[in-house]
């Protein structure tokens, strides 16, 4: 067991109060290793509460830069990081609150010749990207390498969320078959998104994250949890695995990974 | 290792001037370093602390085995680990 400092045990004193997390939780989270894909909406607070808990490890993959129309959601930039790879911009966030953790930065889009190699070396994995490619390939990669996700995504008022135990829970595809033709949806710069869902999102995924971590609770796993913020109204859609789903069905047609062509991003990470 | 009255003591934690809730966080971390059925020593502040600290550690499933009060107005409480 970890030996926590007099600093670490303040720091981390809310945590460990907790029965269901206590010195043992946070033992496991500072030897965890999670990756966040998508510095955007969903990521920014993903990475600051991750940060915030003492996760050890946290890689992020992102390679575009922060520009300012991303400020009025993506949480973890600033307007003097306009310009600045959002990987880094997060990083240098993350670091601020926490200096004991330690942040791996990924430059890259997902492909299909890279997700294993990068996903390979965590034990959990936070979908947060904004379009239907991208959400497709981490779940097909996470089922191949049996890395446990929380997907999430969200547009204009909405967002949903839903975590995935390859083998033992309903994945993506379970409920999303293939992604949407190119051009069907909205983009995000056509449809809006309010920037607080994101937080909202973000958090249920962050939450996600340290309860599978810690083991506390139970994960939201074989339920697809969707939120409309113009009523507040939360819902809890029942889920299971399908035998005929074509990734982790009884007989799976799809034995490779994809880089679908990308379209719009309804319902996206934003 | 010693014995107060019939109970063995595993390890003790002197929170006397220590406030809510790192008491419970010391509490916490000793009873995360001895083994089930281990007995565990605090020493808690009246007042706040000793309000609760033990109701805490009952409510996690520990045992409160004895609770004394000390010539200082501190308390003993003596905490078999679940």
């Not at chain 1, 240098?92 to 930065?105: D, G, H, Q, R, S």
């Not at chain 1, 959990?124 to 981490?138: C, Y």
């Not at chain 1, 992604?179 to 937080?199: H, K, M, N, Q, Y």
């Not at chain 2, 605090?42 to 000390?70: T, Y």
Request: net charge negative; proline share 5%.
């Amino acid at each position: 067991m970890i030996d926590f400092s007099e600093e670490q045990l303040q720091r981390y004193s809310r945590h460990i109060l907790l029965a269901d997390v206590g010195v043992e939780g946070q033992a496991r989270l500072a030897e965890a290793r999670v990756l966040v894909v998508g510095a955007g909406g969903l990521g920014a607070p993903v990475c600051l509460y991750l940060a915030a808990a003492g996760v050890g490890t946290i890689g992020i993959v992102d390679a575009d830069c922060v520009e300012i129309s991303n400020l009025q959601r993506q949480i973890c930039h600033f307007t003097h990081n306009i310009g600045d790879a959002k990987a880094d911009s997060a990083r240098e966030k993350m670091l601020a609150i926490n200096p004991e953790i330690t942040v791996n930065v990924h430059y890259e889009y997902l492909r299909a010749d890279n997700v294993l190699g990068i996903i390979g070396g965590y034990d959990f994995v936070v979908e947060g990207t904004d379009n239907f490619p991208a959400k497709f390939l981490v779940n097909d990669a996470c089922i191949m390498a049996k890395v446990p996700f929380c997907h999430g995504g969200i547009l204009r008022f909405r967002g949903q969320a839903m975590t995935v135990i390859p083998g033992e829970s309903a994945c993506y595809r379970c409920v999303f078959r293939e992604p949407p033709p190119p051009d069907a949806v909205p983009s995000c710069s056509e449809a809006g998104v309010l920037g607080a869902i994101a937080g909202m999102l973000g958090s249920i995924q962050a939450a996600e994250t340290l309860k599978f971590i810690t083991g506390a609770g139970r994960l939201l796993t074989d339920a697809l949890l969707t939120f409309d913020a113009k009523d507040m109204e939360f819902r809890k859609i029942p889920l299971s695995c399908q035998e005929d789903c074509p990734v982790c069905g009884e007989a799976p047609e799809i034995d490779s990974l994809i880089d679908y062509e990308q379209g719009g991003c309804a319902l996206a990470g934003a | 290792m010693s014995t107060t009255g019939k109970h063995r003591i595993d390890a003790r934690r002197d929170c006397r001037g220590v406030g809510c809730p790192m008491n419970l966080v010391y509490t916490k971390v000793e009873l995360a370093r001895i083994a089930p059925g281990e007995v565990l020593e605090v020493i808690l502040d009246d007042g706040a602390p000793i309000g609760n600290v033990p109701r805490s550690v009952v409510k996690e499933g520990h045992e409160v085995v004895a609770k004394h009060r000390l010539p200082d107005g501190a308390w003993q409480v003596l905490i078999r680990k679940a």
